[in-house]
């Protein structure tokens, strides 16, 4: 028979969905750990399950929800810190075929009544803690029917007829008679950190956050194993905790949550209490441990995940002698699940040293496809040199947003990420900027990325952020809005001959503001737009040329 005309004989209608995912995770690895964190001191710091008891609770969540109306399809609202009660909600809401929304508890209060109902969420299960956040947009929910409350905390202003979380699954018998569902079924969704206009939703698919586990157990990304344990920091509410959760579940490896104690000194208790091998944050939270807990024994981590925005050589370099750890660069976005390149430095390194290839944005991950484009929409040669922007595509990349039409943001099959970059001919992703905050000074481009890890290298800065201003001569140069270590003193002229000998010299920013701190959208990345309405306000003060 020739090969053209074979068919498969494998079960390719097999469908890839949470559920056998949840099913594996109950049984093979019934005694791994959900561990989550308090706050209080001594033994009652910390909660445990085993996967099997969270398991069961997550049936009976199911239980509960099927109770009060929940069909196939519907989303179901959580507004929750990184804890065992999220998970049991990772676990139910797909599995039973509705929908999980995390919802962003950063979010301003107009756009986070305009996400619960963009998506119609029909349920919504809040933190006791958190409540007033979400009884300030109450009264705005046109679809909200049940608000289920978990935990100590003032939940009044949320109105009549609540429901008690506990009290709720205490009342439901065991088990769960779970439907099948299609994988391209929405498993998910995550609204976008809405810099710009309102937040956009991306839908999930059980087969995308599918492939998505399996990959973040791959060496290509952190090669998550059962006897790992993962400390989640990066939230929830943040495209799935970067893929954590399930992938943890899938392979038996403990989780440890920090609720809502992400500050320093909480962290260090946790890291060396709980000893954790694996964990990720944005790099905000892993400056903060650096800086202010610079003795905490981190020597159970073999591996720390950075991503949200450019990773500083400096924060590298700071892990790498305070504590022996090593640092790596992930790059991806909510529309990408998120992860789609990972940093690690590749077997041949040529003349380049290991932090080298880490302050890279990372080497693109099997699964994803990737190119660069020009302005003129022309593919452009992975080079290290040629300039585009990067648009990607695979099994766990939307190719549409949730109800909202942007044909401007897909291209020919392909998602288009906003950012600038080169990629060199082995596939490491090196970003200059995003497209609406890179520079053209002159004719010429300047990368405020670039400049923010240059400056932040210099022992007196934490923060960094580069905004592009007007200028006669050149049409537009860069402002640097630095952020220094407390105690630390240093003036812009210093800063200035430092850092011409590390950057171009063209690139030499001119204009310096000394600011207390750089503002952050809802999941921690440098906020720009903020800087730039500052600026445009007269409320910087800069030294100028």
């Known amino acids: 028979m020739p090969i053209s005309t074979m068919s498969s004989t494998m079960m390719d209608d097999y469908q890839l969905t949470l559920l056998p995912i949840f099913k594996f995770g109950r049984q093979v690895h019934a005694n791994s750990k959900i561990i989550t964190f308090t706050g209080a001191e001594g033994d009652a710091g910390y909660q445990t399950a085993t996967f099997a008891e969270v398991a069961d609770r997550a049936d009976r969540l199911a239980s509960a929800l099927a109770s009060l109306g929940v069909q196939p399809g519907d989303r179901v609202g959580t507004f929750l810190w990184n804890n065992q009660t999220h998970m049991e909600a990772y676990l139910a809401i797909p599995c039973m075929g509705a929908v999980l929304h995390t919802l962003n508890i950063r979010l301003f209060p107009e756009q986070l009544a305009y996400v619960i109902n963009h998506a119609e969420d029909r349920v919504i299960i809040v933190d006791a803690s958190i409540a007033p956040l979400l009884a300030r947009v109450r009264d705005q ?67 995308s956050t599918y492939m998505h586990s399996f990959a973040v157990t791959s060496t290509a990304n952190i090669a998550l194993a059962e006897t790992d344990r993962m400390l989640v920091i990066v939230p929830m509410f943040h495209a799935n905790a970067w893929g954590t959760p399930y992938a943890a579940w899938m392979i038996g490896a403990d989780l440890v949550f920090p609720q809502q104690f992400l500050q320093a000194g909480p962290l260090a208790r946790v890291i060396q209490e709980m000893r954790p091998t ?75 040293s290991e932090t080298d290839w880490r302050v890279k944005t990372g080497r693109i991950m099997p699964g994803v496809e990737l190119r660069i484009t020009a302005d003129d929409g022309s593919v452009q040669p992975w080079d290290g040199e040629s300039l585009g922007e990067i648009e990607v595509r695979g099994s766990w990349i939307t190719a549409a947003y949730y109800h909202v039409d942007d044909d401007e943001k897909f291209h020919d099959g392909w998602l288009r990420t906003g950012d600038v970059a080169s990629v060199l001919p082995n596939g490491y992703v090196m970003i200059s900027d995003r497209a609406k905050d890179v520079i053209k000074s002159g004719g010429e481009w300047v990368s405020s990325v670039d400049l923010e890890n240059t400056i932040m290298g210099h022992p007196a800065v934490l923060e960094a952020a580069v905004i592009g201003v007007p200028d006669d001569r050149w049409d537009e140069r860069p402002l640097a809005c630095v952020v220094l270590k407390p105690g630390e003193s240093v003036t812009a002229d210093e800063l200035k001959a430092w850092l011409s000998e590390r950057t171009a010299k063209f690139w030499v920013p001119e204009r310096w503001s000394f600011i ?12 720009k737009k903020v800087l730039r309405a500052q600026n445009e306000a007269g409320e910087l003060s800069v030294e100028l040329p």
């Open 278 to 352: 694996l964990t990720g944050a944005v790099p905000t939270v892993l400056n903060d441990l650096l800086h202010n807990a610079p003795t905490t024994d981190m020597s159970s981590l073999r591996l720390v995940m950075c991503g949200g925005s450019a990773v500083p050589r400096g924060l590298i370099d700071g892990y790498r002698e305070t504590f022996g750890v090593p640092v790596v660069q992930g790059w991806g976005m909510t529309e990408t699940s998120p992860v789609c390149a990972i940093g690690h430095p590749p077997k041949e390194r040529g003349d380049q």
């Open 516 to 527: 207390e701190s750089v503002p952050k959208t809802s999941v921690g990345k440098f906020d």
């Open 141 to 207: 929910l046109t679809t909200v029917q049940h608000i289920i409350v978990k935990g100590p905390g003032e939940a009044a202003g949320l109105g009549d007829n609540l429901l008690d979380y506990d009290d709720l699954l205490a009342a439901q018998p065991g088990g769960y008679d779970y439907p099948e569902v299609t994988e391209n079924t929405g498993a998910a969704m995550c609204y976008t950190s809405g810099t710009t206009g309102n937040p956009k939703g991306v839908m999930y698919s059980h087969r």
